[in-house]
């Protein structure tokens, strides 16, 4: 068995067959896309990791943002950005069903006071679920969309269309669930689509603490749309103080995963990514995403999002995480 330092390795992934061709198997491995342990944060002083903590503090920089070394997902190569490889394999799955809603469904809290869409966990023959609202409209310019998070990674500051969302969701609900990618764990399940009736409205309306959207949906000219979806007991949402090299990588293996679904999720960052208590990473909210069907994606697309959750896992939260805050 050859040593560590004589291992032979990939420098390049397969760019024209990701994501049927996972870059996690390939033979000799690409380099670091799985970085090597680190002992050298063991002989790290308390002065050093106080001070490289106040630089990070004052200045939003982390001096160990390097610490993992080289994405082995950066290609310098102008021709990876040009060429194009087909899908020659991909059809387009059916439609996300659409399910009746019933009216008997108990409405338990809203989870989101803000967001882009309103989210409750509700209860359905004894069954917990989250249902997801989208208004049937344009977006209102007044509409307050934010959430508390004052991370601004990725974040797109233009006010949503709830339509596009609720377009954009079930698209890539209907091809998770086509591709047996939901079976396996890495993504919420999906039970279909619905349209809300006046009834439904009015259980949402009598909870005592509900946003301004919410608030608004009796007023609105179209019945408001719903996605029902897998609740998940006892989640939490991943960051630098939950995060660990391992499910940085099992992050990263997720969202493969996703990509070979032909769903792009088109918004990596923790805030769409939940850690179960036995460890399992699940890839949530899909209102920003793209799938092959669009016409529009090169397999590049693929590429460059699983390079730039590299860089978020290991640039900014494990590396963060590291401070010790």
């Known amino acids: 068995m050859a040593s560590p330092d004589t291992q032979v390795y990939n420098t390049v992934p397969d760019v024209s067959h990701y994501p049927e061709c996972s870059p996690f198997d390939m033979d000799p491995p690409l380099y670091n896309l799985v970085p090597a342990p680190l002992d050298s944060m063991l002989h790290d002083t308390p002065e050093l ?7 990070a503090e004052r200045t939003n920089t982390n001096l160990f943002c390097t610490m993992y070394g080289t994405n082995p997902l950066n290609i310098a190569d102008p021709n990876f950005y040009l060429t194009w490889y087909p899908w020659v394999d991909y059809s387009a799955p059916p439609p996300l069903p659409e399910v009746a809603l019933s009216e008997n469904f108990r409405v338990l809290e809203q989870l989101n006071p803000k967001g882009n869409s309103p989210l409750f966990l ?148 923790q805030r769409n990514i939940l850690l179960l208590p036995d460890k399992r990473v699940v890839w949530i909210d899909f ?3 793209c799938c092959v069907s669009s016409r529009r994606l090169m397999r590049q697309d693929f590429v460059r999002e699983l390079r730039d959750a590299w860089s978020y896992f290991y640039e900014r939260l494990v590396s963060f995480a590291n401070l010790k805050y």
């Not at 990791?49 to 630089?55: H, M």
């Open 287 to 289: 209102d920003c995403s």
């Open 122 to 269: 509700v209860e359905l023959d004894d069954q917990k679920m989250l249902l997801k609202v989208f208004p049937d409209r344009d977006a209102l310019q007044d509409e307050d969309t934010d959430d508390d998070d004052d991370d601004s990674w990725g974040r797109d500051k233009s006010k949503p269309d709830p339509r596009a969302l609720f377009r954009r969701e079930c698209e890539a609900y209907a091809h998770l669930l086509h591709f047996g990618i939901c079976k396996r764990g890495v993504v919420p399940n999906c039970y279909g689509r619905t349209t809300l009736s006046t009834g439904h409205i009015s259980k949402l309306m009598a909870l005592s603490v509900v946003s301004d959207t919410v608030r608004a949906l009796p007023n609105e000219e179209l019945p408001p749309k719903g996605i029902l979806i897998e609740y998940l007991a006892n989640a939490e949402r991943l960051s630098h103080r939950n995060i660990t090299p391992e499910i940085a990588q099992a992050a990263l293996r997720a969202l493969n995963v996703v990509h070979t679904g032909n769903v792009l999720h088109g918004d990596v960052h």
């Open 49 to 55: 990791l106080a001070n490289v903590l106040a630089v």
